[in-house]
């Protein structure tokens, strides 16, 4: 893999969110190891007990649809053919599969991956804050729109205090 195709970028484009974890699917990260597919499942299927739940699963069809549609059709391509659903791998199981692993090329790509999965996580945080910070300028808003509302109504009953008089007319009427 060169430098430019495994940049952070990169990597965030192939991060899917599923089942609310953000994952990169088996084929992408194979693919960023440099190593079949194939080869790369197998290595995760001898070393089952390094992968939990929380760490790598198998999507459903349903899953892997939604996620193949919102891609370009390259990647529809490397699933069209194979008989197994995709493996889903979150931050803590891409990681663990560079130890199963065990090459320069992994090491190099794990370091990438981390700073990927940093960088989209500071990215929510930063959301997080700007969506607070909103909140607290349309309460603020709220508060100023009643402020400019009673000094208008301070204004009118200054230039008018009885109310403004529309019924009786200046001047003499015989």
């Given at each position: 893999m060169t430098d430019k195709t495994s940049s952070?970028?990169?990597?965030?484009?192939?991060?899917?969110v599923v089942r609310?974890?953000?994952?990169?699917?088996?084929?992408?990260?194979?693919?960023?190891?440099?190593?079949?597919?194939?080869?790369?499942?197998?290595?995760?299927?001898?070393?089952?007990?390094?992968?939990?739940?929380?760490?790598?699963?198998q999507l459903t069809q349903p899953e892997t649809i939604g996620i193949l549609r919102s891609q370009i059709a390259t990647t529809l391509g490397k699933y069209r053919s194979t008989r197994y659903l995709p493996l889903a791998f979150t931050e803590h199981g891409a990681l663990m599969a560079a130890t199963v692993l065990n090459s320069p090329t992994a090491v190099a790509i794990s370091i990438r991956l981390?700073?990927?999965?940093?960088?989209?996580?500071?990215?929510?945080?930063?959301?997080?804050?700007?969506?607070?910070?909103?909140?607290?300028l349309?309460?603020?808003?709220?508060?100023?729109?009643?402020?400019i509302s009673d000094a208008i109504t301070a204004l009118r009953q200054l230039a008018f205090p009885d109310g403004p008089k529309h019924g009786r007319k200046i001047g003499f009427h015989p």
């Open positions: 952070p970028a990169i990597i965030q484009e192939r991060i899917h609310g974890l953000r994952v990169i699917l088996d084929a992408d990260l194979a693919a960023l190891y440099g190593v079949p597919t194939k080869r790369f499942n197998e290595a995760v299927k001898r070393n089952q007990e390094r992968f939990p739940p929380s760490f790598c699963f981390i700073e990927a999965f940093v960088a989209l996580r500071q990215l929510a945080a930063n959301h997080r804050v700007l969506t607070k910070r909103l909140d607290e349309e309460s603020r808003v709220g508060q100023h729109d009643a402020a």
